[in-house]
């Protein structure tokens, strides 16, 4: 059965859980609180390799910022893309301003910045207000 590590949006601790799980209300082993998975998920720096490279599903990240307007604008379309692949794609945020060592590597200097992954390999990116066309073709 597929799986990811994902971090629990209320206490941080990793949990494992199965993609055909998703939709039953899966809860945090530590604090109880449901995972919400038809939605981005939060990824900080330190969760990011277990979270985004040992995933058994693709991943879509979105490296933003707070400041960044074209984020923003981008952010109901990765909603949807989230609610509508909820199970066969994991769609992630990272905060680049939190996680400046994943940025870095990943050589990202202009956001926002998309990039599928696959089996911890990067395999496709866009960079701007690509649209939700632009987000689709990285989702599919
Ligand atoms: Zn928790």
Not at 30 to 39: I, K, T, V
Not at 110 to 118: Q, T, V
Request: hydrophobic letters at 40%.
């Amino acid at each position: 059965m597929p799986s990811v590590t994902v971090p629990c949006q209320f206490c941080t601790t990793l949990n494992r859980i199965d993609t055909s799980k998703f939709g039953q209300g899966p809860k945090c082993a530590e604090c109880g609180r449901p995972f919400l998975l038809d939605r981005p998920l939060k990824v900080a720096e330190d969760a990011f390799d277990q979270t985004v490279l040992k995933a058994d599903i693709p991943v879509l990240v979105d490296f933003y910022a707070d400041w960044c307007g074209p984020c923003r604008m981008m952010a109901p379309y990765l909603d949807e893309i989230a609610r509508a692949e909820q199970g066969r794609l994991l769609v992630v945020k990272v905060d680049t301003d939190r996680s400046p060592q994943i940025s870095q590597r990943y050589n990202i200097r202009s956001i926002p910045f998309f990039g599928r992954f696959e089996h911890g390999e990067l395999v496709k990116t866009a960079i701007g207000a690509v649209g939700k066309a632009g987000l689709q073709d990285l989702a599919a």
